[in-house]
């Protein structure tokens, strides 16, 4: 059974602050990962996707990948009120398409 | 360009009726993804298609089907509704195999 773990949280952190979001995965032969954000009552928003090892910044939003560690997180840097959402890790499903994803983990970030 | 689009929004049935969800991919893209979620959890896989074929198939009942036509637009469906498929239904659509999926606003099930 492929899985993907994600701290529920509620992470509250500052405005202002770096906010750290973590996922582990379990299939090694997993190749693709993403990070959606969804507010309460919408869909899944993608923001971030990453395929290799290492980081990769797009704006406040950093995703680094540690395949060896099975391993992603994002790093959203000057935390705004406005990111206040569930974060929703994803990883490709291998031979299938399918995106499997974590329960999500909740960033409140107080002014 | 408009995204991906879905409809009903909500939708009200009691048990044991079928229902039939709607979507309609970004333009160009090829591979249509279906997702059931409920509340507190991430989104489960239910069925993908890409280039008009079934190319992949979550741990659901046979109540659930889908299909795609040769415009790239999808349907699911879903017979002898029960309690437990209350959720929100959610299609999303990727340009290519493996990429990053585009998610459409979904559409809310509520089963009575």
Known sequence: ?111 | DAGVTQSPTHLIKTRGQQVTLRCSPISGHKSVSWYQQVLGQGPQFIFQYYEKEERGRGNFPDRFSARQFPNYSSELNVNALLLGDSALYLCASSLEWGQGQFFGPGTRLTVL
Do not use: H
């Open chain 1, 1 to 111: 059974q492929k899985e993907v773990e994600q701290n529920s949280g509620p992470l509250s952190v500052p405005e202002g602050a770096i906010a750290s979001l973590n996922c582990t995965y379990s299939d090694r032969g997993s190749q693709s990962f993403f990070w959606y954000r969804q507010y309460s009552g919408k869909s899944p928003e993608l923001i971030m996707s990453i395929y290799s090892n290492g980081d990769k910044e797009d704006g406040r939003f950093t995703a680094q990948l540690n395949k060896a560690s099975q391993y992603v997180s994002l790093l959203i840097r000057d935390s705004q009120p406005s990111d206040s959402a569930t974060y929703l890790c994803a990883v490709n499903g291998g031979s299938q398409g399918n995106l499997i994803f974590g329960k999500g983990t909740k960033l409140s970030v107080k002014p």
